[in-house]
């Protein structure tokens, strides 16, 4: 099993530029999600979807886009890159039925590290 | 919104020691409570989760969580650590009944010395 996978592992940036980290899962998880993970401050949500065509915010969404046009895939875009996205980024699915039945781990990629110069 | 506190950032101890890393909860309904690992350079992994039932729960490799309702804690624990226990330690946390946001603590670094 694939599982959860993150592609590039390693990306560097430099200001002003964009990108696109990809993400995909083939357990065939309605949830999926991107946090980033900073040195003291763990893990904070960027954006989450629960399933094709349905977004939304997490708790640190400023300068990152998604879209949700399959199950499998959850791209996160970065607009415009500022020093202060240089971070590790981690995908993340659940399965949706798990979650309404209170009742599910979160399974995660390998992580892309980004830094922006 | 919930929100969990893990007080211990960097804790190192000789290998046989005893571990316990401390987590607190903020939250006014039930939790679901889990600890992730995450060795270096690797991805996390689930050590353990409560949902319901014994407080008490065990995991892998020897890990084991006891969830302290009236003290909105759930603190880690670990009779004798290895070298290869080595890892950053996360407490997570998300509502029972159909909460979709698992909210995660800042970590504790865990060096396991020979």
């Known amino acids: 099993n694939a599982g959860v996978t993150q592609t590039p592992k390693f990306q560097v940036l430099k200001t002003g530029q964009s990108m696109t980290l990809q993400c995909a899962q083939d357990?065939?998880?309605?949830?999926m999600s991107w946090y980033r993970q900073d040195p003291g401050m763990g893990l904070r949500l960027i954006h989450y979807?629960?399933?094709?065509?349905?977004?939304d915010q997490g708790e640190v969404p400023n300068g990152y886009n998604v879209s949700r046009s399959t199950t499998e895939d959850f791209p996160l875009r970065l607009l415009s890159a500022a020093p202060s996205q240089t971070s590790v980024y981690f995908c993340a699915s659940r399965p949706l039925a798990q979650i309404l039945a209170g009742d599910t781990e979160a399974f995660f990629g390998q992580g892309t590290r980004l830094t922006v110069v | 919104a919930q929100s969990v506190s893990q007080h211990n950032h960097h804790v190192i101890l000789s290998e046989a020691a005893s571990l316990e890393l401390g987590c607190n909860y903020s939250y006014g309904g039930t939790v679901n409570l889990f600890w992730y690992v995450q060795y270096p350079g690797q991805h996390l992994q689930l050590l353990l989760k409560y949902f319901s039932g014994d407080p008490l729960v065990k995991g892998i490799k020897g890990f084991e969580a006891e969830f302290i309702k009236s003290k909105f804690s759930f603190n880690l624990r670990k009779p004798s650590v290895q070298w290869s226990d080595t890892a950053e330690y996360f407490c997570a946390v998300t509502p029972t009944g159909g909460g979709n946001k698992l909210t995660f603590g800042t970590g504790t670094q865990l060096k396991v010395e020979l």
């Open positions: 979807s629960v399933g094709a065509g349905i977004t």
């Open positions: 357990m065939n998880h309605e949830y």
